[in-house]
């Protein structure tokens, strides 16, 4: 399992374990020995990528969790929904009308892809940063419709095992399962209303007040687009999407307890992929930023305090190889997900304070109870990042408004990144 760091930690001698790729493009091949020269410009232009390092010596020593059938299903999914959806933005943009956009081939691709999941399922949500489909937008929905779907379904087979533990089974035989058809048609279309707004993506762009207008209608828009005979629930979660769990979302201010269950995990999927995309979003945050954030973080209040605990078990912020510098300044490797707390991963304390390997005699397996906020085991950076954010005490838990405030708040954005987070 070759070790996972950030350009600004390579030194010439490294080997390249897999290529680095950016933006589709291979920028240096796999197997590649690092030069001095290959370590400079890695640093000068791209501090913030992450390479992947061979180090077949700690993988001789370590027993890694095997991540690799996750990250496939992830990249299967997302791209054949990111064609399609790429393919009805280029149809709505070279017609007049919608009216010769098949709809029921984009259902149909979604069937399939819900079918391909549900015959793989994952342990976790990993997803990988090398896709371009030369659509920010379709990328984007790629994203949120893999995400939407892996927290459905958790939520879908919790729901079944509730019922299951309170119904006897002769009562349970030919109950019917929680449909998420609508769920995954629905956020593969939410961002359909922002077709007017693609410019908005371009590197550096500044949004106008018609811009800041136009993305508060794009729910509204965006289900109006839709024809009437999709499934019922589609439309309505295109048009609530951006509506907030305190009521303070927009376009209608609609609060918790009267946003159907498809809305919140479409809420909290399509804010995560806004959040940690690598492109078109400047400033974009990291998956623990957003992670803390979302779930214990400022922006807690957004999102049904329930399904964050869930979706939150089911990403992973710190990739398998990860290499985790910790509060002492010596670093350990994560080598297996913790799936009852993201930020706690099982880990194996491999580099000295000086940055050396340790010998096989003193690697240390990690055990997440070291991980507390006062040890100076705690975890502290990871990929140029500091993360003492994640040691702070957590907010209180977001109480839902019994009914909705009525009125959205003004919409103050000023980035592509704000408009669709938090």
């Known amino acids: 399992?070759?070790?996972?760091?950030?350009?600004?930690?390579?030194?010439?001698?490294?080997?390249?374990?897999?290529?680095?790729?950016?933006?589709?493009?291979?920028?240096?091949?796999?197997?590649?020995v690092l030069v001095d020269e290959d370590v400079?410009?890695?640093?000068?232009?791209?501090?913030?990528?992450?390479?992947?390092?061979?180090?077949?010596?700690?993988?001789?020593?370590?027993?890694?969790?095997?991540?690799?059938?996750?990250?496939?299903?992830?990249?299967?999914?997302?791209?054949?929904?990111?064609?399609?959806?790429?393919?009805?933005?280029?149809?709505?943009?070279?017609?007049?009308?919608?009216?010769?956009?098949?709809?029921?081939?984009?259902?149909?691709?979604?069937?399939?892809?819900?079918?391909?999941?549900?015959?793989?399922?994952?342990?976790s949500a990993l997803l990988d940063r090398n896709m371009d489909s030369g659509s920010p937008l379709a990328e984007h929905a790629g994203t949120t419709f893999y995400l939407a779907m892996v927290l459905g379904s958790a939520v879908r087979d919790y729901v079944a095992r509730e019922r299951q533990r309170q119904t006897s089974a002769s009562r349970l035989s030919g109950s019917i399962a929680m449909d998420l058809l609508p769920l995954g048609l629905g956020a593969m279309f939410l961002d359909i209303g922002m077709m007017p707004l693609s410019h908005i993506f371009a590197d550096g762009y500044k949004l106008t007040e018609e811009d800041r207008k136009l993305i508060r209608n794009h729910p509204l828009v965006g289900a109006d687009l839709l024809p009437e005979y999709l499934p019922t629930g589609v439309k309505m979660i295109v048009r609530t999407h951006h509506e907030n769990y305190d009521g303070s979302g927009y376009p209608n201010a609609m609060a918790g307890p009267t946003l159907h269950v498809f809305t919140r995990i479409a809420r909290i999927c399509d804010a995560f992929a806004a959040a940690t995309a690598t492109r078109a979003y400047r400033g974009r945050k990291s998956p623990a930023r957003a992670i803390w954030e979302m779930s214990v973080g400022p922006f807690q209040k957004f999102y049904d305090p329930v399904l964050m605990k869930v979706f939150s078990s089911l990403i992973q912020p710190f990739p398998i190889g990860a290499k985790i510098k910790l509060a002492d300044d010596s670093a350990a490797v994560v080598v297996r997900y913790n799936r009852k707390d993201p930020f706690k991963p099982m880990m194996v304390l491999a580099f000295a304070e000086d940055g050396t390997r340790l010998p096989k005699e003193a690697l240390r397996p990690m055990q997440p109870e070291e991980l507390t906020p006062d040890a100076p085991t705690r975890i502290a950076m990871y990929a140029g990042e500091d993360l003492e954010y994640l040691h702070e005490q957590p907010m209180p838990l977001p109480i839902a408004p019994e009914e909705p405030k009525g009125k959205s708040p003004p919409l103050t954005i000023d980035s592509v990144l704000e408009a669709a987070y938090p």
């Open 1 to 32: 399992m070759p070790l996972i760091v950030p350009c600004l930690d390579v030194a010439a001698g490294m080997r390249l374990a897999e290529a680095f790729m950016l933006r589709g493009r291979v920028m240096l091949p796999g197997g590649k």
């Open 40 to 123: 400079d410009i890695l640093r000068r232009k791209y501090p913030d990528a992450i390479l992947k390092i061979g180090d077949p010596i700690l993988d001789s020593l370590v027993e890694f969790e095997d991540d690799s059938r996750d990250r496939e299903v992830a990249t299967t999914a997302r791209s054949r929904i990111t064609t399609a959806v790429a393919d009805v933005h280029q149809r709505l943009a070279t017609q007049s009308s919608h009216g010769g956009i098949d709809y029921n081939k984009a259902r149909s691709v979604v069937s399939d892809v819900m079918e391909f999941l549900a015959q793989n399922p994952v342990s």
